[in-house]
């Protein structure tokens, strides 16, 4: 599905990211782990099309998107958890919801919302109200929800656990689970880097925006990932 092929990318004239390569199949999980200022939330950035490649190629089922947009991205098939959660605060659970399924038909919005709450029954419960007033693992299912709204076929999640309770990462990763049981490809940052590897199949280690390590999950280092 994914082809990521000597990636260079950053802001400006700093270089964050130093020719990156990896491939991804429909279902499989990938853990991207290293320390802060590493350059994960830069590769899954320029994965999402919120920043553009300096050189190298980001392929998607045959098709080099490096020129799409962020918003075309998404209608062909890529989410984003950002870090931080993104939501809106001042529109209600269902807006921001709404919100996110926006590329998809109208007529699907009630099947697409009926899926999230499915999986994440607290939103149905608060769907009324306004995202800001919600607790930091609330907005983060909403910023889950959110993404899930576009259907997407790949999905990067970027810090899952991030100042949550433990009980609520469980929540998230039960809800990876299932989106990964129903075909969606997984690339996961997580600054609990054993629960990133437990949870996925595949890993790749960055220093410096340089990859250091790539292989599968289960064998990773320990020395590069603490």
Known sequence: MLQVADL??????????HGISLTLGQGETMALVGPNGAGKTSFLMALAGHIQPQSGTITLDGETINTLAAAQRCMRGIGLVPEGRRIFPDLTVMENLVVGGYSRPR?????NLDHVYDIFPRLHD?????????????QQMLAFGRAMMARPR???????????????????????????AAGIAVILVDQNSDAA??????????????????????????????
């Not at 007529?107 to 099947?111: F, G, I, W």
């Not at 800001?132 to 609330?138: A, W």
């Open 197 to 226: 590897l437990a949870f996925c199949s595949s890993a790749l280690i960055l220093e410096s925006g340089h990859m250091t390590w790539s292989g599968l999950a289960a064998n990773a280092p320990e020395s590069l990932t603490h």
């Open 8 to 17: 260079v990318c950053g802001y400006g004239d700093i270089t964050a990211v």
């Open 107 to 111: 007529s699907e919005q009630t099947l």
């Open 126 to 138: 608060r769907q009324k109200q306004l995202a800001g007033s919600l607790s930091g693992g609330e």
């Open 154 to 180: 790949l999905m990067l999640v970027d810090e899952l656990s991030l100042g949550l309770m433990p009980r609520v990462v469980d929540e998230c990763y039960a809800a990876l689970d299932k989106l990964v």
